[in-house]
């Protein structure tokens, strides 16, 4: 993840103009948005489903492949719950870009590679995904998800 | 998609203070982006692809499932001409909400359903995602699909 975050900082100075932010706080908050997204790879990993509320909004809305859309808290974290119990994931995250729309807005794009374990099994797999990501600045000026959008890239199963 | 639209319209007072924008062109943009969302359903309904490409800015990146993100006009182009050589849908979109970030930005979460026809055989089966996009308004005040991202909402198939 190292090498793509640097690369992404490279781009701060033409996009602060656009936003309105002033460069060093672009950095900043571009930089706060890079660690959300290390840790909500390190809470995935550790199926932590606590470490992951802590990085969403209070009303965020998360939406898993094969699963409706789940808003808000309340259901975000049964979401996690449901997916850490049948699913160990063993991913990393490369940050495609990061794009600040607002002082308050900011997208990502990522893909990740690793493996999915299946817990009622013990099955691994490769697994292989592309993220998208909406953020918003809390009232506090903390970064958290707001929306949360992800597919499989891997052809369907025969 | 109309009864939908118009509850979208109430909340528009409160979300155009934090966006900054005048509430005359806060509900002048979300129409704008709204009748973007229903020209898509209806160019994804007929497999237009010259339909869809009007729709995308050209630096546009969409993320179909069970593909690699395609990035800009030319692999967004032939990621929905490989789309409607497999299939042919007959879905329709439910806009959940519309939230405009900034003058220039806004986000979009659907719900579509209907039904998916494989070309190869004829097989119809039913068709239920959901949907998360970024708009982003361009120099001549068009809004356009920045970045666009779905999945399915059923469980895998065994």
Redesign the interface.
Known sequence: MKNTIKMAMVAAGALAV??GVTLAQYESDREQIVDLLESYETALNASDTDAVLTLYAPDG?F???????QIGAVAVRRAYDNVFTAITLDVEFQV?EVHQ??P??A?A?T?SVGFVTINASGDRAPEAN???F?FNKSADGEWKIA?Y?????????Q
């Open positions: 656009s936003a809305v939406m898993p492949q094969h699963s409706p859309s495609e729309m607002s308050e807005w997208f794009r893909n592309q993220e998208l909406i929306r959008a992800f597919s499989t890239i891997n052809p369907p199963r």
